[in-house]
Each structure stands twice: as structure tokens, then as C-alpha cells.
């Protein structure tokens, strides 16, 4: 579901568990996703786990890609995980990537009848296509606006990320700019 007034999509799941003997006992995973309004490299999922089971169940998260590679980081005193891999384009050019994301357990414990939230905070910077002799020097400077950028938003207050993309996303609709590109896709 788009949620248009906040600027993130929503998404709902029910899993069943095998030992289930009711549809009550759906364990419901909600996800939010925000790609930041002013911080164009930013976004923002929130996953909300729900068991209303009576039994504690275990949640396994990965983050798996072949074509990437992660390795923990340290600036500062902030710590999170660097990617970087590469993507071909539809014309088979490389572009490279570097994603910083922060730092989760792989698996936790979601106890009877209660609740769970994630909030994972991401940056993600990409290259223009690059020839095979520019591939280190782009690297780098990827890893580098990663690691700048996650410090930053490591220090920041999740709400306040939330809050000023929210913020921006609305004077959108304030300023008739949202409404005009509906608009404009309509007719087209």
C-alpha cells in the first residue's frame, strides 16, 4: 500500500507456522519503507514482527547477494555493514554500488503474545557506468560517502530522519507540486 500523505509504502504479511491450528495465530510481519525526500541516498525500513502465539518464536535476518560483498565497519564509535558489488545495466555497462546499512543481529527471539521492531537505516550510493580501469578509485570514493554519510545518520534520532522526510514529503501537498505530477501522469 502507498501511503501517500508520508511518503512510504506499507506491506503486511501472515505467516503460519507449521505447528499452527488456527488462523489466530498468524505471526503478521509489517514493513514500512521510506526512500528519504531530502537525503536522496537514505532510506528507511521499519519492521514490525507480531506473535500472538503462545510460543516464542526465532526470526532469522540475511542480507545475501552474491554480487556483493560485506564487511563490518568501525568509524568512530559507530559500527554498521559495507557492501559493495556491482550491477550491468540493460546496455551491459557496470555500475558500482556501496551500501551501508546498520548493523543487525542475524537472530532473535520474538516471545509469546508480544511484539518486535526493527528499524534499519540504509544509505546507498551508486556510480555512473565505469570502465574495468576506473573500478578501484570508484570503489573507494563510494566506500568513503558511505561511511560519511552512515556516521552521520548513525548519531541522528530515527524519529527525526522520519520526521523531516515526513515533513518534506507534505509540503509537497501544500505546495500543489504533488498534485499537478498526478496531474500530468493522468493525462498521459
Known amino acids: 500500500m502507498l501511503w501517500y500523505r508520508k511518503g512510504s509504502v506499507l506491506s503486511s504479511r501472515c505467516i503460519l507456522l507449521d505447528t499452527s491450528q488456527s488462523s489466530r495465530d498468524c505471526i503478521i510481519i509489517r514493513e514500512e519503507h521510506l526512500a528519504h525526500r531530502s537525503r536522496s541516498n ?7 514482527i507480531n506473535n500472538p502465539t503462545d510460543k516464542a518464536i526465532s526470526v532469522e535476518a540475511s542480507v545475501e547477494s552474491p554480487s556483493f560483498r560485506g564487511v563490518a565497519e568501525k568509524v568512530e564509535d ?7 558489488g556491482k550491477v550491468l545495466t540493460e546496455k551491459k555497462e557496470t ?9 543487525l543481529s542475524t537472530r532473535f527471539q520474538v516471545p509469546a503474545k508480544s511484539e ?5 537505516v540504509s544509505v546507498i550510493h551508486t556510480s555512473e557506468p565505469v570502465e574495468p580501469s576506473q573500478t578501484d578509485e ?15 545518520l548513525l548519531r541522528a534520532k530515527l524519529e527525526d530522519l522520519v520526521q523531516e522526510h515526513q515533513q518534506a514529503w507534505a509540503d509537497l501537498f501544500i505546495s500543489g507540486k504533488l498534485t499537478k505530477m498526478f496531474l500530468l ?3 498521459h
Do not use: C, P
Request: a positive charge.
Open 42 to 48: 537514505v532510506y528507511i525500513q521499519r519492521v514490525h
Open 78 to 84: 559507530k559500527e554498521f555493514m559495507l557492501y559493495t
Open 95 to 103: 555500475v558500482l554500488m556501496a551500501v551501508g546499512t546498520k548493523r
Open 116 to 120: 518486535h521492531t526493527e528499524n534499519i
Open 138 to 152: 570508484t570503489f573507494s570514493k563510494l566506500r568513503d560517502d558511505v561511511k560519511r554519510d552512515m556516521v552521520e
Open 185 to 187: 501522469w493522468s493525462f
